[in-house]
């Protein structure tokens, strides 16, 4: 069984032509960190380049968004703005198409380095755009993840693990009370409960970091597990939880109270699936104005959907983390 920790997202807002440098020297050192070899090194930085300077020429509200992968060891940059949008999006997505002089040759450059490649444009209201490069030989589960502080500070209060086994895969999300080094402080002492056992039952989990964070500020805690059985789910605190088909929204509520402070009883609730599902869990340094537009239409590809809503639907005072499971349990 493997453990992985989500570390911070690094995020450039693409305000002016050096925050494309920024961007390219970010994920640079984020591979090396992931591990990956100077070859795909240099692929990732070529992508956060391309990607950046299409924002910079083109975009207005850019940011970029860099972080290591939960999916497989690797890398995953994306791109999010809004507007003007693109209504030939094939067009530009043929490698050599480009407007502006980079490092590479457009999207189509982007497609052809990056292990994975998504993106969604619409004349009028903005691009987003998920590129992952993986080590060779890895083919990275459909899950999206973003984890971000509060705007100016370097230490989150929000943190999230996923462990993984055949045909199983474990995911904890932990909302420290408040923001700042005591917040941090109860979410790492949470993930080092989960990352000791991280098999057994998640009610378990739960009565185990209640005893852990006694001695910090308490956190909110949800868990959910993913197998061939379904999900199940348990939570305490202001955690949100949906199961987003199309057409259809379930929420996945969790109960109230503060793991360390005041632990009621837990109740886990357990769903069957189709894998036709996109699961999401995000503390709430994501709003939930999305929701309603969200389960009217077809789902988003994960990536998509996860920088989406953490470019548009974030609160700068609060720190931010999301997970998302996408069609098919998100196991492969």
Not at 28 to 35: F, K, L, T
Not at 236 to 263: A, D, K
């Amino acid at each position: 069984m493997t453990v992985v920790d989500a570390a911070l997202t690094r995020l450039i807002h693409i305000d002016h032509i050096s925050a494309v440098y920024a961007a390219t020297r970010a994920a640079r050192e984020v591979a090396a960190e992931a591990g990956l070899p100077e070859v795909l090194a240099e692929r990732t930085a070529v992508v956060a380049s391309e990607l950046a300077t299409n924002l910079d020429k083109h975009a207005a509200d850019g940011a970029v968004f860099v972080q290591r992968s939960l999916a497989g060891p690797g890398v995953e940059v994306h791109a999010v703005d809004t507007g003007p949008g693109m209504d030939d999006l094939a067009h530009w997505r043929v490698d050599g198409n480009t407007t502006t002089e980079t490092l590479g040759t457009g999207l189509g450059a982007v497609g052809r380095l990056a292990t994975e490649f998504r993106i969604r444009s619409a004349a009028g209201v903005g691009t987003v755009a998920a590129a992952r490069i993986l080590a060779p030989g890895h083919q990275g589960a459909d899950v999206a993840h973003v984890r971000l502080p509060r705007e100016g500070e370097e230490r989150c209060g929000d943190a999230l693990a996923v462990s993984a086994m055949p045909g199983v895969r474990t995911a904890v999300l932990v909302d420290g009370l408040g923001h700042g080094p005591e917040a941090s402080d109860a979410a790492e002492a949470a993930i080092a409960v989960f990352r000791r056992d991280p098999d057994r039952a998640l009610p378990e989990h739960l009565n185990a970091m209640h005893r852990a964070l006694r001695q910090t500020r308490g956190a909110a805690v949800a868990l959910a597990r993913l197998s061939e059985r379904g999900l199940e789910f348990c939570g305490v605190g202001n955690i949100s939880g949906l199961v987003l088909t199309p057409g259809h929204t379930r929420p996945l509520l969790s109960v109230p109270g503060v793991v360390g402070l005041t632990l009621p009883p837990v109740r886990v609730r357990t769903l069957s699936l189709t894998g036709q599902e996109l699961l999401a869990l995000h503390t709430d340094g994501i709003g939930t104005a999305w929701r309603g537009q969200a389960a009217l239409g077809p789902l988003p590809a994960t990536a998509l959907f996860a920088a989406d809503l953490a470019h548009r639907h974030r609160d700068l005072r609060d720190d931010a983390a999301l997970i998302a499971f996408g069609p098919g349990k998100g196991l492969s």
